[in-house]
RNA sequence: GCGGGCGUGGCGGAAUUGGUAGACGCAGCGGACUCAAAAUCCGCCAUCCUCACGGAUAUGUCGGUUCGACUCCGACCGCCCGCACCA
């Protein structure tokens, strides 16, 4: 006998056990087509989040879905385990990264499970691990080998109180986040990828990715940032030799040229810098802004004329000002402008502030030129050349190609003037980071050979355990005996990379290794390779759209191309990929401004609204706006006590209902318990419908009746329209089909006036309540197999397949046509599926509604869109 | 600064991708069951006019294309995200 209410808290461990005694989520059937569902896997921070809760749920969805479908489907997860949180975690509570890392993962781990993901965790990684990360060193020297590895001087944001390299969000107004010192940028000499080398193909093939969003196409395509250009070299007004050469992508608009701007780091700048000392303290103001381009970006437009003047390239009695100007970077182009006030809106401002003038150059098309005055906004769109002597009239593409021609020709110092440049903006990758907590870059830098590689049988270069954090700096290369070692080709003192590498390398290549994720002798085999890549779906957060997939882009090319096996023959590591939105939360704070947790209030609802109280003090609450959960806003929930109150079905069917995946959702008590009701309530619809079900695997009666057809028809356009929903990876509307399934069998069961019930009836209701259970497994897997095995099933749901939906039950004989009149609907007729236009039409016009509306006016046009709709316009 | 996204009832959203705007849920209101409550079940629920039938207005704002626009185009307003050492 069936208990009176479902038991999650019972039920849920029953199931998991029973689904990892059977390994059924292990897999390995070549005779399977394969499917590889991958979620970014997360940083072990030592607690999941709901936005964890979300991203899992989905890719479960999708895994036990194909599952169903007949895939052989990997499903991996693992740790991005190292980091600097761990190193932050060490100096504040002393307890060893590795130490607090692997206790996070453990903790981790249990969480996940108890969400009954359908994960193989007999694939788990952890690219702490030394058997991951030897293999990641091993990628990196092999690169090198190939030519993808560089190793040259940037700049990095120095905190020189805390002996620290700081990430742009450490530098706060010029200042570091902790010490509260005035961040200076210093030169380092660091590893780099060269990612540079991949830009046109990187570029090009994203018009492959047709399963990737649009919009982070757009955002890789415009962070790559392809630009056709010239290189035009300025002569330096009396010195011979001297010259400036700048990369402009509208040479067109050369007279209008009023000045040419220097990066505050060019080396001309540093030359005239150090014998002018103000030139120099401003270029030293210039340097605490930060290195991030948003913040550079964003300051004021400063500059210094540093006295210097430069030739116009087709006028030698005309000279141009050079200044050094705090907006042009160095990392882009020449690190050299020249700027056009009237068509550039930045050197517009920095015009105006240094009273350099702005003559327009370009005309849009109806203008008088004479009357073209620029004031605020400097104009960047299309017209025709003026002011411009031998330009004036041309297109501003025409006069582009005109320019390029006559500097490539005429002659500066021997070489031609102008050369045609294809710009990008996609730098190479930096990887060298100056910490602890990351994979170690096997160099080993020798006096006399230089830069060695560590020998392949000295991998992996192992992390020191025994480090200490109490003073700035990098622990490795304090550590009194790491670095030091002999020369693997001389055997001379030498000295290790005390380097890591970015923690963006551990992430770039672990689908990979998930595909072989226990091989000691290369980071995969290359036939695994083939079976499993590309990843089928990959889902994550929008905010790696960028950085995260173009290195991983870039990792699958230079794997193949460094002897590491193509991915299936395919390029791409991620054939499919969806970006999830963020599951967001209401804000409270006290009267005192504090932050107050959810957990922490009582709310009431009454005809004012809703208000929140303190359970301990009973003082009141602010309710404030939704916002990103985060611990310092306290409006964080957490998992556990959610699964623990209402079981993981329900958080499950929680964060996939109400939102679109790929937007937002706003966490509420209502909802979870909404989603409480309906797990419920398909656990007591499925013992009603057992009640009047015909046995299991009782076969179907020759004929049915009207009200056992209706529950077929329902059943089957369930079928077809939750798959197609899961498909297409709507899985709120996929969670709204079953609950209209459910809504119309419970309609069907108040129906029902005798029992027990023919055998058409019972056959049917029997294949609802199968059905209901198949339906809604990816989604709450644990209360769908309770109630597939109340229907009498030996077999678990991960052992069953897909329904199949009869296209003879999806199909409507009738359809419910919406007639308007002039596109205001006025009626509605049902029709036959195969009505003739004459009959609808008929019957559209004696419509008591559209004879109405049409006023007695004469008809104009009759409009039927087939199956659709009926428009007749008077 | 540059780039990207979003905007529909009291709330989250749906809309077969140019064809009935508001599916499904949350909240609310009314009812059944109960000694009572919880749970559950049934019904109502965009706004305005109308007893009702019915009608008018509605997808951020303004304009355009179309027989027909939440959907396409243009301008504007508001909010959110990314910008290379956070992961």
Redesign the pocket.
């Known amino acids: 006998m069936r208990p009176e ?1 479902y038991d999650f808290a019972a039920a849920e461990p029953k199931w998991r056990e029973i689904w990892e005694e059977r390994q059924a989520f292990a897999c390995g059937d070549p005779q399977k087509p394969k499917y590889y569902v991958l979620e970014m896997f ?2 072990p921070s030592g607690r999941i989040h709901v936005g964890h809760v979300r991203n899992y749920s989905m890719g479960d969805v999708i895994a036990r879905y194909k599952r169903a479908k007949g895939f052989d489907v990997l499903h991996p997860m693992g740790w ?6 761990a190193e932050n975690a060490a100096q504040q509570s002393g307890s060893h990264p590795a130490t607090w890392t692997y206790a996070n993962i453990a903790s981790m781990r249990t969480q996940l499970k108890s969400m009954g993901l359908s994960l193989d965790w007999s694939r788990e990684i952890a690219t702490c691990d030394p058997a991951y990360y030897k293999h990641q060193q091993k990628l990196f020297l092999d690169f090198l080998v190939h030519g993808l590895v560089d190793r040259k001087q ?1 700049k ?2 120095w905190d020189p109180v805390d002996q ?8 706060v107004d010029g200042r570091g986040w902790r010490s509260g010192a005035l961040v200076e940028q210093r030169e ?1 000499t ?1 590893w780099f990828l060269r ?1 540079g080398k991949y830009a046109d193909d990187l570029l090009a093939s994203l018009d492959t990715l047709e399963r990737w969003p ?3 196409r ?2 890789q395509r ?2 790559i ?1 392809r630009s056709e250009g010239l290189l035009v070299r300025f002569a330096l007004a009396g010195d011979p030799a001297g010259e400036i050469e700048v990369f402009t992508t509208r040479p067109d608009t050369l007279f209008g040229a009023k000045f040419v701007a220097l990066a505050p780091d060019h080396p001309l700048a540093r030359k005239a810098a150090s014998s002018d000392p103000a030139l120099a303290a401003f270029a030293e103001e210039c340097r605490h802004i930060g ?5 550079i ?2 300051a004021e437009k400063k500059g210094y004329d540093t006295g210097l003047k430069v030739v116009h390239p087709f006028d030698p009695s005309w000279t141009l000002p050079v200044y050094v100007a705090n ?1 042009i970077l160095m ?2 182009g020449t690190g050299a402008i020249f700027g056009c006030p009237a068509h550039d ?2 050197d517009l ?1 920095f015009s105006r502030a240094y009273g350099l003038g702005a003559t327009p150059v370009v005309c849009p098309e109806g203008v008088d030129p004479s009357t073209l005055v620029i004031g605020e906004t400097a104009f960047d769109g299309e017209g025709r050349l003026v002011n411009s002597r031998f330009l004036d009239g041309l297109t501003v593409a025409e006069a582009k190609e005109e320019a390029a021609k006559r500097l490539e020709t005429a002659q500066l110092h021997g070489r031609p003037q102008g050369e045609r440049k294809i710009n ?12 602890y ?2 994979c170690p870059i096997p160099i080993i830098h020798c006096p006399d050979c230089g830069v060695v590689p560590v020998p392949d049988a000295d991998l992996p270069v192992k992390l020191p355990e025994d480090v200490s954090f109490d003073r700035p700096g990098n622990p490795l290369d304090h550590h009194p005996t790491w670095k030091h070692v002999a020369c693997p080709k001389c055997g001379a003192a030498a000295r290790r990379e005390t ?1 890591t590498m ?3 390398v ?2 770039s290549w672990y689908y990979a290794r998930f595909a072989d994720p226990h091989n000691a002798a290369a980071p995969a085999d290359p036939e695994q390779l083939a079976r499993w890549l590309p990843v089928d779906q990959y889902i994550g ?8 997939l173009l290195y991983s882009r870039f990792f699958s090319r230079a794997m193949r191309d460094s002897g590491h096996g193509g991915h299936g023959g395919v390029a791409e590591p991620f054939a499919g990929l969806f970006t999830q ?1 963020m599951v967001v939360h209401e804000t409270y704070r006290a009267a005192s401004g504090k932050w107050i947790a959810p957990t922490e209030l009582r709310f009431e ?1 009454s ?1 004012t609204g ?1 208000r929140a109280f303190l359970i301990e003090t009973g003082e009141e609450a602010e309710i404030g ?1 939704i ?2 959960m985060s611990k310092s806003k306290r409006n964080t929930v957490d998992p556990d006590d959610i699964i623990a109150s209402y079981g993981a079905d329900t958080a499950r069917l929680f964060v996939l ?4 995946p790929d ?4 966490w ?1 008590e ?2 979870v ?6 797990v ?2 398909v656990w ?2 499925t013992g009603e419908l057992a009640n009047v079900s015909a046995p299991l695997g009782a076969s179907a009666p020759a004929e049915f009746g009207a009200a056992a057809l209706d529950i077929r028809k329902a059943t089957h356009r369930a079928i077809a329209a939750v798959g197609d ?1 899961i498909e ?1 990876l ?1 899985f ?2 996929a ?6 399934f ?2 119309e069998l ?2 069907a069961l ?1 129906k029902i006036e005798t029992t027990p019930v023919d055998a058409d009836l019972a056959f049917a209701f029997r294949e609802a309540a199968e059905t209901l259970a198949l339906l809604i497994a990816p989604m709450t897997p644990h209360v769908a197999e309770e109630c597939w095995r109340d229907l009498g099933h030996a077999e678990p749901i991960v052992a069953t397949p897909w329904p199949v939906a009869d296209a003879a039950l999806v199909a409507q004989e009738t ?4 007639v ?1 009149v ?5 009626a ?1 007729i049902v029709v036959a599926h195969d009505a003739s236009e004459a009959v609808i039409r008929e019957e559209a016009l004696s419509q008591e ?1 559209v004879v ?2 049409m006023e007695g006016k004469p008809l104009k ?1 009759f ?1 039927l ?1 087939p ?5 007749v ?1 008077v």
């Open positions: 209410r997360p940083y991005d385990a190292f980091g600097l949180p940037s990095v944001n620290t390299v700081l990430a742009n969000e450490q530098v380092l660091q990612i649009e919009k982070v757009l955002m415009n962070w940032g290195t991030s381009v948003a913040a970006e964003t907006f990392d882009y809106q930045r401002d990008y903006k996609l730098r190479d990758w930096g990887i060298s980071r100056q910490r907590w990351g380097d970015d923690t963006f551990d992430s957060g929008i905010e790696h759209a960028i950085l995260h939105g609802t005809e809703r706006s916002e990103k209902s109400d939102s679109p937007r937002d959702v706003v509420t209502e909802g318990q909404g989603a409480s009701r309906f419920h309530r007591r619809l929903t297409r709507r709120n509307t969670i709204a089909r079953i609950r209209e459910a809504n419970t309609s108040d359809i419910v046509l919406p308007q002039n596109g205001k609907k006025r509605e509604g109405r509306a046009k409009i869109v199956k659709r709709i009926v428009n316009v």
